[in-house]
């Protein structure tokens, strides 16, 4: 069955850094999208970065553009995101998803696409 598996999360200092991890494993093929998520308390789960399996592509929500990184070790099945200069408002339960969905989708970064999800890790910045 399919499987995802965030972890790296952690309490970090305002200014800080950290690298998410996700394993995953038994992908329809039909997926052509892998990335992050993120979701506050009392806010909606909204997108951080997506990829474009199909060439490589990635998008990034403005509000981190600049600071995170988004990268694919298809080989090993991982995605990364690499997070720098974190900020309070970074402060979330940060989920991998994946999903076949269409080029708009991907463009804005649209979480309703997504129906594979893993269990999250929180990061908290103070």
Do not use: H
Request: glycine share 10%; with cysteine.
């Amino acid at each position: 069955d399919v499987q995802l598996v965030e972890s790296g999360g952690a309490s970090v200092q305002t200014g800080g850094s950290l690298r998410l991890s996700c394993k995953y494993s038994n992908l329809p093929p039909t997926m052509n999208s892998l990335g992050w998520f993120r979701q506050a308390p009392g806010k909606e789960r909204e997108g951080v970065s997506l990829l474009w399996t199909n060439d490589g592509a990635s998008i990034y929500a403005d509000s981190v553009k600049g600071r995170f990184t988004i990268s694919y070790a298809k080989d090993n099945e991982m995605i990364y995101l690499e997070m720098n200069s974190l900020q309070p408002d970074d402060t979330a339960m940060y989920y991998c998803a994946a999903g076949s969905i269409s080029y708009n989708e991907y463009k804005r970064l649209d979480r309703r696409a997504f129906r594979l999800w893993g269990q999250g890790t929180q990061v908290t910045v103070s």
